[in-house]
Nanobody, 122 residues
């Protein structure tokens, strides 16, 4: 069981990306799902999360710019990233867990994807 991210890439400041996270071997609508990111030389940090009951939580750094949405028919979650900034550059990871709690702690998630690179640069 593993989330699989894709859809990263190079984008100019002010641009947008919408990387998907597909669940392999488990059903996403029964899990809490979160996106984390890790910039070069920095620790991995939580970006946002979505629980199965619809609760969402956003870090202050992305509030108003990023959103998360679910397509249960496709067993996929999407990270909509708008108004991208250079400081959004990093590897983005999708994580999932059985717990109902929408939190951004690294230890709160058992399933992790391999990550997808997002680079914001002119």
């Amino acid at each position: 069981s593993q989330p699989v991210e894709s859809g990263g890439g190079l984008v100019q400041p002010g641009g947008f990306l919408r990387p998907p996270c597909a669940a392999l071997g488990f059903t996403l609508d029964h899990h809490v799902v979160a996106w984390f990111r890790q910039a070069p030389g920095k620790e991995r940090e939580g970006v946002l999360c979505s629980s199965s009951d619809g609760t969402t939580y956003y870090s202050d750094s992305v509030k108003g710019r990023f959103t998360i949405s679910r397509n249960n028919a496709k067993n996929t979650v999407y990270l909509q990233m708008n108004s991208l900034k250079q400081e959004d550059t990093g590897v983005y990871y999708c994580a999932a867990d059985w717990s109902p709690a929408c939190v951004l702690g690294l230890d709160s998630y058992d399933y992790w994807g391999q990550g997808t690179q997002v680079t914001v640069s002119s």
